[in-house]
């Protein structure tokens, strides 16, 4: 029997993890790995914090790397310009095609800017941007970033030496992942000097960049990988001025517009300062709030997210796409077509999940989707039938925000549960934020900000669903081991 040939597309988390996964459960089989960056992700040093929770070292290496370690993986620098489907066949960027018994489609998404081929309008993604970004910053005195996410809290954070405009369309910082309460505990530091001492540097998720150059494959630009935790914690990111950070936000606003200097004249419009005076620097870009004051920058990062990386895939073939424009996979990483499966950032989980779970389009998830697509692959060949994993089965993310470790759990920001929780809470000013989300005297969910040493306890209790109406009022009490309740 000829081997069986299975393909992934994508070089970042989710397809090598996919790949390296195949190689372990595949017989029988050849395994190609198509990256249009010649940097391929790989994860190291994984630590299982708890059975949920995990934190590991992210890698940018050579392609030839996941040869090194997983020899029955081929890894093959190209672009893939076109799917057939029906044939079973990939069209690449050199003109050959390449077929396959099983694909995994795994090429993340692209940042969604918010005006394109402005030269003064950046999005953060790869190691590419990063340094287009950092070679402009240098010169730059102020910059407006637009966002609220994790990239935006992170460069926010870090950016030192340069005014930052920070354009939030919540009442709230970093609303996608923490609430209104652990925002006003970020407030304080939002202004604040950073240590860059050892001991004032915390024990961070590391990313190492390696310092080969990103090229890019062909003349039409497809991206290299998404970055990961803690990109910006590794990068010298200083603008021209002799400070440290001076963070101004203006809350509930998108971007109207950009202007050139040329605009403001023409309309006859005046840019504002921070204190609302008005500016009179001549600066080479302006936006335009929806609230409707102008600022003057130097460059405009927009880092309002990402959209999945999909168009490539999709003409001549039936892939059914979810509203977020993410390709639809069923509880066995299918998507539409038949032999075709999907993982990380370009795929949209559409099967029936767990009440614990959402899909957000973190580092953590490339992994396990990588790697749980394989394992349908291998199973989908064996004629073996396959459950879902018991990854899928509670959130859990671990960062940074501002120095402070961040754990979210579940249903840490209450999503869908409309009005019907209960909120316990412990705040212990610049040290820690506890939030957990009762549901029915059960924990569903929580926000642990700083080293709060609860997120096992909490796991366990999310997941086996204790009705906690006996314990919740002494649950957050500070000097009580909350672990002595259920022994
Ligand atoms: P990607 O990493 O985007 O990889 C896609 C791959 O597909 C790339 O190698 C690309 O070259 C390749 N490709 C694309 N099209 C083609 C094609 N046509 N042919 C061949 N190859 C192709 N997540 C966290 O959990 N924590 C964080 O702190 C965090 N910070 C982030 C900071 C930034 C600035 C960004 C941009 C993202 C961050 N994320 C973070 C999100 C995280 O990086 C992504 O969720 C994750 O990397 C997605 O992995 P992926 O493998 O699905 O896609």
């Given at each position: 029997?000829?081997?069986?040939?299975?393909?992934?597309?994508?070089?970042?988390?989710?397809?090598?993890?996919?790949?390296?996964?195949l190689s372990l459960f595949a017989e029988n089989a050849t395994i190609t790995l198509l990256s249009a960056s010649p940097l391929i992700k790989t994860v190291t040093n994984l630590i299982q914090i708890t059975p949920n929770i995990e934190s590991f070292d992210v890698e940018e290496q050579p392609y030839k790397h996941v040869k090194e370690g997983h020899c029955k993986v081929q890894v093959i620098h190209t672009t893939v310009n076109s799917l057939c489907a029906q044939e079973k066949r990939l069209h690449l960027s050199d003109g050959k095609t390449l077929d396959y018994d099983q694909l995994c489609i795994c090429t993340g998404g692209k940042p969604k800017l918010i005006a394109v081929d402005n030269p003064y309008v950046l999005g953060i993604r790869d190691t590419e941007s990063v340094k287009e970004f950092q070679k402009k910053l240098k010169t730059a005195q102020r910059i407006v970033i637009v966002g609220n996410g994790g990239i935006a809290t992170e460069l926010v954070y870090e950016l030192e030496g340069c005014e930052v405009i920070w354009a939030i369309k919540d009442k709230s910082i970093s609303h996608t992942f923490v609430d209104a309460g652990a925002a006003e505990f970020f407030m304080a530091h939002l202004n604040k000097a950073k240590d860059n001492s050892p001991e004032g540097l915390s024990k961070r998720l590391k990313y190492t960049t390696n310092e080969c150059e990103v090229m890019m494959?062909?003349?039409?630009?497809?991206?290299?990988?998404?970055?990961?935790?803690d990109w910006a914690a590794q990068l010298d990111i200083r603008g021209a001025q002799q400070m440290s950070h001076r963070v101004h936000v203006e809350h509930e606003v998108e971007v109207e517009r950009v202007l050139s200097?040329?605009?403001?004249?023409?309309?006859?419009?005046?840019?504002?300062?921070?204190?609302?005076?008005?500016?009179?620097?001549?600066?080479?870009?302006?936006?335009?709030?929806?609230?409707?004051k102008i600022?003057?920058?130097?460059?405009?990062?927009?880092?309002?997210?990402?959209?999945?990386f999909t168009e490539v895939f999709l003409p001549g073939n039936n892939i059914d796409l979810a509203p977020d424009g993410g390709m639809k996979v069923n509880s066995k990483m299918e998507t539409s077509e038949p032999h075709v499966y999907a993982a990380g950032d370009v795929c949209t989980a559409c099967w029936d999940p767990s009440p614990y779970w959402q899909q957000m389009r973190l580092w953590s998830q490339a992994r396990q989707m990588g790697c749980y697509a394989a394992k349908c692959m291998v199973a989908a060949t064996k004629g073996e039938n396959i459950t879902l994993d018991f990854c899928f089965e509670l959130f859990a993310h671990v960062t940074t925000f501002f120095n402070f470790k961040v754990i979210l759990l579940g249903k840490f920001n209450a999503q869908n549960l409309s009005n019907d929780y209960e909120v316990l809470l412990r705040v212990t000013k610049g040290q820690e934020y506890v939030k957990a989300i009762l549901h029915n005297n059960r924990l569903v969910g929580a926000i642990l900000i700083g080293e709060t040493d609860l997120e096992e306890t909490f796991e366990n209790l999310i997941l086996n669903g204790l009705d906690l109406t006996a314990f919740k009022d002494n649950l957050l009490e500070p000097g009580i081991d909350v672990d002595d309740f259920f022994d």
């Open positions: 029997m000829p081997d069986l040939k299975y393909v992934v597309v994508g070089g970042g988390i989710a397809g090598v993890t996919c790949a390296e996964t494959s062909d003349k039409k630009p497809v991206m290299g990988s998404a970055l990961g935790p200097p040329d605009d403001l004249t023409l309309l006859g419009l005046k840019a504002c300062s921070v204190d609302q005076g008005q500016d009179f620097t001549n600066w080479p870009v302006y936006v335009q709030l929806t609230n409707s600022y003057g920058c130097d460059i405009i990062v927009s880092a309002t997210g990402v959209e999945p």
